[in-house]
């Protein structure tokens, strides 16, 4: 059992609030939202060696054994019972913020980046690229060694500049914009929708690779896949954390009381950064 000390807030809480996935993967109803957060091992079950009480823990409930089962954590709580599938440790080097901010978001930038399979060699796209898992993503492309041009309004072009990307305005021609900084390699869609995928094909070469993290109807006719997630995506962007390669940007902290208005906030989509919630 797992004490949160504090709850990361993503678009995939809302979004499952509001019904999606109804038809293929249901949640459990009436339930609890969540699916990040991190905090301390209060009690371990019978059999458990790998983590012990007092530890601190990072938790992502998206593991495998939540989809499985049906039954997701639901991290939106003070106490919260886990499978040690769904928790790695939290490394020393990763303040408390940061560890709620890394499940989901950025792991889904972490995974985009390796499953396309960025080297030093590319030129990556990033649409989105000020969003959680825009951020992620971009930041482990430049670790690699690639070469990053990342969408975003204007003011967050200084914010993508710090982390090492080109920025383009999305509301203006992505299209000539992308193809003024130079030919692109791979794209990584942290947007999804008609506007960055007719982008993502006009600037693809043949055979290039792109894939997205929210797919549609427009995604799917261009063949860009979902981001395929590895096992060990969560220990691998606490230890990118843990190097300072992987930094979370923190929009606000509110009580775990305000969850319905940071869910809005999230689902209105424009935040610079992640809202976090902190348990009373
Ligand atoms: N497949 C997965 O495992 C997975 C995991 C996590 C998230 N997701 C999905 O990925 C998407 C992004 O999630 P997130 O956590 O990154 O959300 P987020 O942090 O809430 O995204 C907000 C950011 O998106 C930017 N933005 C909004 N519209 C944009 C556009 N048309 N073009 C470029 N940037 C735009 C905003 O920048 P401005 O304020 O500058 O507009 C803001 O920086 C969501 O659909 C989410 O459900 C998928």
């Known amino acids: ?81 886990v499978d040690t599938r769904q928790i790695v440790p939290r490394p020393p080097e990763v303040g408390v913020e940061q560890a709620a901010g890394l499940p989901s978001s950025a792991v889904a930038g972490y995974s985009m980046i390796h499953h396309l399979g960025v080297t030093e060699d590319d030129t ?3 649409h989105g690229a000020a969003g959680g898992v825009g951020s992620a993503a971009v930041q482990v492309a430049v670790a690699r060694g690639a070469r990053v041009v990342g969408t975003a309004s204007p003011d967050n072009h200084d914010y993508l500049r710090s ?55 427009h995604s799917e006719a261009a063949r860009i896949p979902w981001v395929a997630h590895p096992n060990d995506e969560l220990h691998q962007v606490a230890t990118l954390a843990a190097r300072g390669q992987l930094t979370v940007r923190i929009a606000d902290i509110l009580p775990l009381a305000d969850a319905a208005a940071a869910l809005k906030r999230v689902k209105a989509g424009h935040n610079r950064g992640k809202i976090l919630l902190r348990p009373e």
């Open 163 to 217: 982390l090492g990307a080109h920025p383009i305005d999305y509301r203006a021609d992505i299209v000539n914009a992308v193809r003024a900084f130079g030919p692109i390699t791979a794209s990584a869609d942290a947007v999804g929708g008609a506007a960055s995928v007719s982008a993502t094909v006009a600037l693809l070469p043949l055979g290039g690779r792109a894939v997205t993290a929210w797919g549609d109807a």
């Open 1 to 81: 059992m797992v004490r949160n000390e504090l709850i990361g807030v993503n678009p995939i809480d809302w979004k499952l609030v509001a019904g999606f996935f109804q038809r293929t993967d249901p949640a459990p109803f009436p339930g609890t939202p969540g699916w990040a957060s991190t905090g301390i091992i209060e009690a371990v079950g019978a059999g458990v060696t790998a983590f012990s009480v007092g530890q601190a823990v990072i938790v992502d409930s998206r593991a495998r054994l939540a989809v499985t089962s049906g039954s997701r954590a639901g991290t939106f709580r003070q106490y919260l019972v």
């Open 124 to 126: 990556v796209l990033v």
